[in-house]
């Protein structure tokens, strides 16, 4: 058996394996990335009873956004990691979207069942908010 052959039999098999691998899996694509810690942390809020303090949604108003604006905004967030402190209990975790005008960050502390949105901040602008 040639060396092209057996190349050919190796790329029949990975094939195989991805036609199989899609069959199984088909659309549900986060079984494959739902392993990355900033996808495991956004599940986790996403999957949580979302909770916003008179304060949060006040400084939401400031951004003209409503409850259902920050659960579409937790489908495209990105975790600070170094900012969050995932040690302590409840744990707080700093979420930044860039994909927004401004660009926002948001503060969460979590529980096993609850999310609390604790602070809300606009990156590189001022902000005219009102709010305390």
Known sequence: MTLFQRFKRYLFGVLLGLILVYFFFG??????????????VMKRLRET???????????????????????????????????????SE????????????????????????TSTVVDLSAMGAGSDCPCP
Not at 27 to 40: F, I, K, Q, S
Not at 91 to 113: A, G
């Open 27 to 40: 659309d549900r694509g986060e079984v494959l990335t739902a392993w990355m810690p900033n996808e495991r």
């Open 49 to 87: 009873k979302l909770i916003l303090p008179d304060s949060v949604q006040c400084q939401l108003k400031c951004f003209q956004l409503d409850t259902t604006a920050v659960s579409t905004l937790l489908d495209e967030g990105d975790v600070l990691f170094a900012e969050s402190d995932t040690q």
């Open 90 to 113: 409840p744990k707080v975790y700093r979420v930044q979207f860039e994909q927004r005008t401004p660009p926002l960050e948001l503060t969460f502390s979590c529980t096993d069942s």
